[in-house]
């Protein structure tokens, strides 16, 4: 890590650094406003009757954003800049003539309830490219954010700094002082930040800016105004640290019962400014308690599940590290894949399944984790991480589930002209310290590097990427890849052969997109994709499937200006075709779907897909076996949403499938209701219930006594019920409780078991023919897979970036190998009937910075 450190530091003192220039003049001009400089720091308290205010420039030309672009505001908003070497200060006067009209919900910390809210944004660096956020709402609730790739949000950062509020006659107030030490910036003289000022309007949902954002461009610190004359601005402080003790009481298996165990740790965070935009962040022995568990799903894809990083360490700076692959706007990145996924680092013993039990650990410990973030004067953007997981033995120390293991990360981006462009780079590697017990199941070593870049002129954009792979491991180690659904090299009629002597395993993935992404009206994007069979990135990445090829196409007519009927439209048109490699259709679908805004302020949602058009194979389905001849499918769907602005807000979504000739049907109905009691207290309830009937369950795959294989698929009748309730209540904007409850019960039956006949048979009942073994096709049974889990959080910050935590998790969980038939009501009685597993956690960390 010092070497990284001590290269860093030479390429920026080798940045070019630009000379001050001439002070600009003390009136807001269009786009620029001179910051004042303090002689004494004003009062925190929501006024402007200190000193500064009286001589600072006046912001005035707001403009609406939304909904109608560029019109003027339905209320005046007036702000001012000043600063001092330690501390930039905004204040900001909403005018409202009815200040009872104001809407003020109190809410925990960056949770952005619907309410009135003033943010000041700021891109420190200046390069149109990067930002934060700083909001503030009228019950003094804060919300703070960074900005990466000129628009994605970071929510998870979280920055110490403070805002007064105040309602009075006029309206209300938002007087913000905010640390410079909180944001890196870089060490030149010419003292400008990018800024822009943000209102929102609850009650009118009016959006209104200085200067103006346009959602008819693209891209949101481009847009920023200029923020000048912030000339001796000090040097941050060196060090950030808050050391933090854990306190957990919990249950576990023992001998004939459960028995309590209790465990004490300490642990802290660092982070070190290493420059004033370079910083070292730093966790030793983490621990994660008071974050969320994960929602229940119950997965009989061949396809793993993905689910979001919640930690706030990981969390934090995300976008820096981000590299995705098949990400563009028809799947809307929504799977998740890339060559990082950070829930790789600390992830459930990979072997718990092999040589675990019920008392086995369902995360591995974290000893350590380092990362290095910033952005030198010259546009060029560095991450650094690496982290170290501890080994994890299984039941008696015999064997292990997790070996010691090492992950790393180096991210590199070069943005130029002022950000219409980059280049960038990515580098990950993973080394397990394996033994006997380990090398036969996992990779010894991992690696994956890329390169991407981007180029905008006026309103098109083309972008590309190209990524490698390569894993190494024992020859079991790497033909168990090779088989995995990842891969699939074993499939009988496929042109890839598994080679079972092979030690090691390498592929590449390409993409190339243009897109239109600005305009008033239309927008469009097309894109390009290809994965090799081999190219394999889940130790440290996420994929689903190589062997791959993709076409994608977008286009989207957005209405913006308000009518008699709506508030904004937005319709989308989308397509996209999936190969193999070698050239076998997998996918082919057509897909529309429109977003309507109301006068009223409700939402209408709602859309289809007209999928597997034409001549197209499930390569996946028979998981090694034939690719499968598919047939068309449609899928409708479509979602209600209420005027948030009320104090109940009901929301309804409907899902309907149909395929396999009206064979296979789903229908999901997930109605949601959100209560806001009162303006500290809010509840929501959102049920989900699920009936899916599907033809071409996969089944398994049997061995008969010649050795053959045969691939079943089985009729599949289930039935899904999941609630989720939420509660909040917020004593003050510093303190709250959260409860989390969510219980899920999935329960089905399988029937009519088959066999692949003739797999591309063009009619669907030539495809499968009865399985002969009665011992399975007789009675193939089913299952009933129940769960709950629940956390309720007290977060207290007792004072600026110290945060004392009380948490209470609870899981409980049941199944059974068939549905059994009871109610979901009786199903759910059961649930609750079953031992609870309860942990106990207090986490207290105390913040100090010298």
């Keep these: 890590m010092s070497v990284v450190l001590g290269i860093l530091l030479a390429i920026q003192a080798q940045s070019p650094v630009s000379q001050a220039g001439p002070a600009a003049p003390l009136a807001v001009i269009p786009g620029s406003v001179h910051a004042t400089r303090a002689e004494a720091p004003p009062v925190l308290d929501g006024r402007d009757d200190d000193p500064v205010w009286r001589t600072a420039p006046v912001i005035t030309q707001f403009l609406e954003a939304r909904p109608s672009e560029g019109a003027a505001p339905k209320l005046k908003t007036e702000a001012r800049v000043a600063y001092d070497a330690h501390n930039l200060y905004v204040f900001i006067r909403a005018f409202d003539p009815h200040p009872d009209s104001i809407v003020s919900l109190l809410a925990r910390r960056d949770d952005q309830p619907p309410s009135d809210f003033l943010f000041v944004m700021l891109d420190s660096y200046h390069d149109r490219r990067t930002g934060y956020e700083f909001g503030v709402n009228p019950a003094g609730v804060k919300a703070d954010l960074a900005i990466y790739n000129d628009g994605n949000e970071d929510s998870a950062w979280d920055a110490v700094w403070d805002a007064a509020t105040k309602i009075d006659s006029l309206g209300w107030t938002a007087e913000y002082r905010i640390p410079v030490s909180q944001m890196r910036y870089a060490a030149r003289g010419d003292g400008t930040f990018g800024i822009l000022i943000w209102r929102v309007i609850q009650r009118y949902t009016e959006t209104v800016t200085w200067p103006l954002y346009r959602q008819s461009r693209s891209g949101f610190p481009s847009q920023f105004a200029d923020l000048t004359g912030l000339d001796g601005l000090s040097s941050p402080g060196h060090a950030e640290i808050t050391p933090y003790v854990v306190t957990k009481n919990v249950q576990q298996p023992a001998a004939n019962d459960f028995a309590r165990h209790q465990d004490v740790t300490a642990g802290g965070d660092v982070k070190y400014r290493v420059a ?10 983490p621990d994660f308690g008071q974050v969320e568990a994960d929602p229940s799903v119950l997965n009989l894809s061949a396809f793993e599940t993905f689910f979001n990083e919640r930690r706030p360490f990981f969390v934090e700076g995300k976008g820096l590290f981000t590299f995705n692959v098949n990400c563009v706007v028809v799947v809307d990145c929504s799977t998740g894949e890339g060559l990082f996924y950070s829930r790789r680092i600390g992830r459930s013993p990979q072997l718990s399944g092999t040589y675990g039990d019920e008392s086995s650990p369902t995360a591995t410990r974290i000893l350590g984790a380092g990362k290095v973030t910033g952005r030198l004067p010259n546009g060029f953007s560095i991450g650094v991480l690496d982290a170290v997981t501890d080994n994890v033995r299984g039941p008696g120390g015999i064997n292990t589930l997790e070996p010691t293991t090492n992950y790393a990360v180096v991210r590199g981006n070069q943005d130029y002209n002022k950000g219409n462009g980059s280049f960038g780079f990515i580098v990950t590697g993973v080394n397990r310290d394996l033994d006997p017990s380990t090398d036969p199941f996992l990779h010894r070593n991992a690696y994956s590097a890329g390169i991407d870049a981007r180029h905008r002129s006026g309103r098109f954009e083309v972008s590309g990427s190209l990524d490698l792979s390569r894993v190494a491991g024992t020859a079991d180690a790497i033909a168990a890849t090779q088989r995995s659904a990842v891969h699939l090299y074993q499939r009988p009629d496929g042109p890839l052969v598994l080679d079972p002597t092979r030690t090691s395993l390498a592929g590449t993935n390409m993409e190339l997109r243009f897109a239109k992404v600005g305009g008033t009206r239309l927008q469009f994007e097309t894109a390009y994709q290809r994965r090799s069979p081999g190219f394999e990135i889940n130790d440290i990445g996420f994929l689903r499937q190589a062997d791959q090829q993709e076409w994608t196409s977008w286009a989207a007519l957005a209405f913006r200006k308000p009518n008699r009927i709506y508030q904004q439209l937005r319709w989308n048109f989308n397509n996209w075709e999936y190969w193999t490699v070698a050239g076998l259709p997998t996918e082919r679908a057509f897909n529309s779907n429109v977003h309507i805004q109301f006068t009223n302020r409700w939402w209408l949602h709602t859309g289809g897909t007209l999928g597997q058009v034409g001549s197209t ?90 050795g053959a294989p045969h691939y079943t698929f089985a009729h599949l009748d289930q039935k899904t019920l999941s609630i989720t309730w939420r509660l909040g209540y917020t004593f003050t904007p510093n303190a709250s409780l959260q409860v989390y409850a969510s219980p899920f019960v999935s329960k089905g039956t399988y029937s009519d078991v088959r066999e692949i006949n003739s797999p591309r048979a063009l009619a669907y009942d030539d495809r499968y023919k009865p399985y002969a073994d009665a011992s399975v096709a007789a009675d193939p049974g089913g299952f009933n897979v129940q769960e709950f889990r629940s956390n309720v959080v007290f977060r207290w910050e007792y004072r600026a970036g110290s945060t004392l935590f009380l ?32 942990t106990f956690l207090v986490k207290v960390s105390y913040w100090f910075a010298r």
């Design 276 to 285: 004033s935009n370079l910083l070292l962040n730093a966790t030793v022995n």
């Design 617 to 706: 194979y499930c390569d996946r389905c028979a998981r090694g076996g034939p690719a499968i001849r598919q047939d068309t499918y449609l899928s409708p769907w479509m979602s209600i949403q209420g005027d948030d602005r009320h104090g109940l807000v009901p929301s309804l979504s409907l899902n309907y499938f149909r395929g396999d000739g009206g064979r296979s049907t789903s229908i999901n109905v997930s109605p949601e209701l959100d209560l806001k009691v009162s303006s500290r207290f809010t509840t929501s309830l959102s049920p989900g219930y699920t009936h899916n009937q599907d033809n071409t369950q996969y089944f398994g795959t049997f061995t008969d006594a010649d």
């Design 807 to 838: 948490v209470w998790s609870q899981g409980r969980q049941n199944s059974a190998g068939v549905a059994g038939t009871k109610s979901f009501a009786g199903d759910l009685g059961d649930l609750f009937n079953q031992r609870a597993n309860d």
